[in-house]
């Protein structure tokens, strides 16, 4: 079945300095979205990318969407206290709107 | 954007027991998901939660043990039979509206003793 990978698993930052968490789907995707959950929280929805090769900014966060649509990444600039959090993928195949997500990765940022 | 309210937000049940999870959304949506979250674990999905039908299941789970029950456009149920202590997790409900966004009720956290 699809599957969905994300590396690094963990993330340990000091704040101020930046992170990326890389995600891979085994099969081509028809979008695939973001989201962030904080500790003891529910996911929570940050942006959805469609087309290949697309770009979104959100002020410090920036998403990434593959050539191929089997690859995103999201990348957060000089990182606060209050991006703690677990950052999940989660794609779609075309027909759907089941959600697969990733295994997600977890940061932390040391003040 | 969709605003889910799901019951009961925790609990601790005897095993061989079964606890029903209720998820109530304030309008009509067209899909409805139950995802299981094991603790420090990524989101799996269960099952599809389809109006006034069966149920579609995703590999690795079945009715007899996750029985559904979606009988209008707003509310479902999802009950875990017989459980063990393998059971205990986070169980989510969720809604995608117009094929954009999900959006995630609170989560009940069930352990199994």
């Known amino acids: 079945g699809q599957q969905v990978m994300q590396i690094p698993q963990y993330q340990h930052v000091q704040e101020g300095e930046d992170f990326t968490t890389y995600c891979n789907s085994s099969?081509?995707?028809?979008?695939i979205q973001w989201y962030k959950q904080r500790p003891g929280g529910h996911p929570v929805f940050l942006i959805q990318?469609?087309?290949?090769?697309e770009v979104k900014k959100q002020k410090r966060l920036t998403f990434q969407f593959g050539e191929a649509k089997k690859n995103s990444s999201l990348h957060i600039t000089a990182t606060q206290t209050t991006d703690v959090g677990t950052y999940f993928c989660?794609?779609?195949?075309?027909?759907?709107?089941?959600?697969?997500f990733g295994t997600g990765t977890r940061l932390k940022v040391l003040a | 954007s969709a605003v889910i309210s799901q019951k009961p937000s925790r609990d601790i049940c005897q095993r061989g027991t079964s606890l029903t999870i209720q998820c109530q959304v304030d309008?009509?949506?067209?899909?409805m998901f139950w995802y299981r979250q094991q603790p420090g674990q990524s989101l799996t999905l269960i099952a599809t939660?389809?109006?006034?039908?069966?149920?579609?299941?995703e590999s690795g789970f079945v009715i007899d043990k996750f029985p559904i029950s979606r009988p209008n456009l707003t509310f479902s149920t999802l009950t875990v039979s017989n459980m063990s202590p393998e059971d205990s997790s986070i169980y989510l409900c969720?809604?995608?509206?117009?094929?954009?966004?999900?959006?995630f009720g609170q989560g009940t956290r069930l352990t199994v003793v």
């Open positions: 990318l469609v087309k290949s090769g």
């Open positions: 989660a794609g779609t195949t075309s027909g759907t709107y089941k959600y697969i």
């Open positions: 309008s009509q949506v067209t899909m």
């Open positions: 969720s809604v995608v509206d117009r094929g954009t966004e999900a959006f």
């Open positions: 939660a389809n109006q006034g039908s069966e149920a579609t299941y």
């Open positions: 099969t081509t995707l028809s979008n």
